[in-house]
């Protein structure tokens, strides 16, 4: 699932390629929105929050949408073929004069008024990589289930926005602590917080294969700080990555 550092740098490639431009075409392709006309309308900007992605238009509209575990949004030059998968999979196209974006297998992709972004943003906490970004808030809401394991906890978008399952990974690593040790046995939590912002913050501008990772993703390799051969195991359905030797706590 793309996490917070990816999803903004598909709001920067689509705002660059839409942004103060008229759509001259576009195509909403789930049923309760096929017949919403946007063309001619410009678009204003587009924006992340957590991993949610929003392109406001003119007129007060917005159109939301959420990658979840297979979307993707595409950039084209005007002429160019696109290659992000087949036309079925398409769930969306915005195309000025120059550019043309699509999006692919989007499991979320609605249509609603800019004053009413709160309602399907508006459960996230603070946003690791927003403008609205709090620690304290965040560790408020973090340390609120002091028995919920670190990683669940991590998560949870209620609690702060753009963890996904990578830097869920990663940020546990950085407090030498497993995913499956509660929050509220964790010293000094603060660290939590601060690594989990550090983390996204180095790599907010790297595509993912450029991601400087620890743990995740390097079962069976050696760990980077000690030597031991990273683990994995399922948390939640979701593959979980930790050192036994130098994260201390429960695990599976």
Known sequence: MPEGDTVRQTAQRLHAALAGQPLTRAELRVPRFA?????????????????????????GLTLHSHLRM???????????????????????LLATAERTA????????????????????????????????DPATALRNLLADPARPLGQALLDQRNLAGIGNIFKSESCFAVRATPWLPIGQLPSPERL???????????????G??????????????CPRCGALVRTAGQEGRPTYWCPSCQSGPTC
Do not use: F, M
């Open 35 to 59: 017949t919403a006309d946007l063309t001619g309308l410009t678009v204003l900007e587009v924006v992340p929050r957590g991993k949610h992605l929003l392109t406001r238009l003119e007129g």
């Open 70 to 92: 297979d979307g993707a949004w595409k950039v084209y030059a005007r002429g160019e073929r696109p290659r992000g998968g087949p036309a079925h999979q398409i769930r969306a």
């Open 102 to 133: 699509i999006g692919y297998r989007l499991p979320v992709l609605e249509l609603l008024r800019t004053g009413d972004e709160e309602r399907v943003v508006g459960h996230l906490g603070p946003d690791l990589l927003g403008p609205d970004w």
């Open 209 to 222: 294969a450029a991601r400087r990772l620890s743990v995740y993703g390097r079962a069976g390799r050696p």
């Open 193 to 207: 917080v601060t690594a989990a912002k550090r983390l996204l913050e180095a790599n907010r501008d790297r595509p």
